[in-house]
């Protein structure tokens, strides 16, 4: 059974930092990208940083880009977000996703992803 665990969300004020994580288990993702995005009350989920199977390519959303940072360690089948400069429009659920189908390729849309985590909660109070 494949597993994404999120992990670090919580409450922080208006320019903090979190760190979220999420640990796959049931079968590696090492050939395909992974990702992170959000869903904020009444929204729709939306793309926030993807990085590909090698972690050689990232990106991300223009309005989190050069404050989160996407990482992964392969060995370890996780992958994590570090967010800095947060802000209340930060505020939302975020969940990683993992693509299975498009091998070594780089995908956006939350559709196009398999795998999911349960969600973890981040908010960021002004």
């Known amino acids: 059974q494949v597993q994404l665990v999120e992990s670090g969300g919580g409450l922080v004020q208006a320019g903090g930092s979190l760190r979220l994580s999420c640990a796959a288990s049931g079968r590696t993702f090492s050939n395909y990208a992974m990702g992170w995005f959000r869903q904020a009350p009444g929204k729709e989920r939306e793309f926030v940083a993807v990085i590909s199977w090698s972690g050689g390519s990232t990106i991300y959303t223009d309005s989190v880009k050069g404050r989160f940072t996407i990482s992964r360690d392969n060995a370890k089948n996780t992958v994590s977000l570090q967010m800095n400069s947060l802000k209340p429009e930060d505020t939302a659920v975020y969940y990683c996703?993992?693509?299975?189908?498009?091998?070594?390729?780089?995908?956006?849309?939350?559709?196009?992803?398999?795998?999911w985590g349960q969600g973890t909660q981040v908010t960021v109070s002004s």
């Open positions: 996703a993992a693509d299975s189908l498009a091998f070594r390729s780089i995908r956006l849309s939350y559709k196009d992803y398999t795998y």
